[in-house]
């Protein structure tokens, strides 16, 4: 395990050709939307507030998943309708974009990285990644509604490999849950974690900033030379 800094064993960063970016907790904070969100569906299902391990679920899970763990099955149709219904512009008072990560992925774009997204997150990461001034950057932009079977299983970062035509090894996916844990390791791709030691994880990135400055320490022109 390693710190990133610009202290960190260079070699870490040998052959790296692309970074893979989770959304909610890595390019966005939405931990405050997410609690407001499902809680207001609760709360219109007349059901109790929404617990610390749903907080955690719905975090890391996809939509339809949370919901169906959240909501007794005889209430799913009315879930269903409200969610339907819901307003999300309420939502946007919520999100903020994580801090440093547009300098970071700037500088990945400057210096000749490919970068791609693979969240659990539905059809709203288009307008996420625009309303956080992030659209542009990656290619593919892969959500819970363009695979088969979403995180934690590997066909996300799949078709990514595929699409640039990567080897595994050549990949960083860079996560905070268990979910991506699992999800680099089904993969084969490196497991950098964002704000999480408890993860196992061959990098751990407490900032962007600090990640940014790693690689520019022994960063020599092009993404294959480190």
């Known amino acids: 395990m390693a710190i990133a800094n610009q202290l960190m064993n260079t070699s870490l960063l040998e052959g790296l050709k692309c970074v893979v970016f989770d959304c909610d907790g890595v390019l966005i904070d939405s931990l405050q939307a997410n609690i407001h969100y499902y809680g207001k569906i609760k709360e219109q299902l007349g059901l109790s507030p929404i617990t610390r391990s749903e907080i955690e679920y719905v975090h890391m899970h996809t939509h339809k998943d949370a919901i169906i763990h959240i909501v007794p099955e005889d209430k799913l149709e009315e879930a269903w309708e409200a969610t ?3 307003d999300s512009s ?7 974009r994580s801090e440093g990560v547009r300098e970071f992925v700037s500088w990945l774009r400057s210096a000749g990285f490919k970068m791609a997204v693979n969240t659990s997150r539905g059809e709203t990461i288009d307008f ?12 593919p932009v892969i959500n819970s509604t363009k695979v088969v079977t979403p995180k934690p299983h590997p066909e996300g970062i799949n078709t990514i490999l595929g699409v640039h035509g990567l080897r595994p090894d050549q990949v960083a996916y860079i996560g905070d849950s268990l979910v991506d844990e699992k999800t680099a390791q089904a993969s084969g791709v ?3 974690a964002y704000k999480d030691q408890r993860l196992d994880a061959e990098v751990h990135i407490e900032s962007f900033w600090d990640i940014k400055a790693a690689m520019q320490q022994c960063y020599h022109g092009d993404p294959c030379a480190f």
Do not use: A
């Open 84 to 86: 339907r219904n819901f």
């Open 90 to 96: 309420t939502l946007v008072e919520y999100l903020k």
């Open 128 to 139: 996420i990644l625009s309303l956080m001034d992030l659209e542009g950057f990656f290619h």
């Open 190 to 192: 490196r497991f950098w």
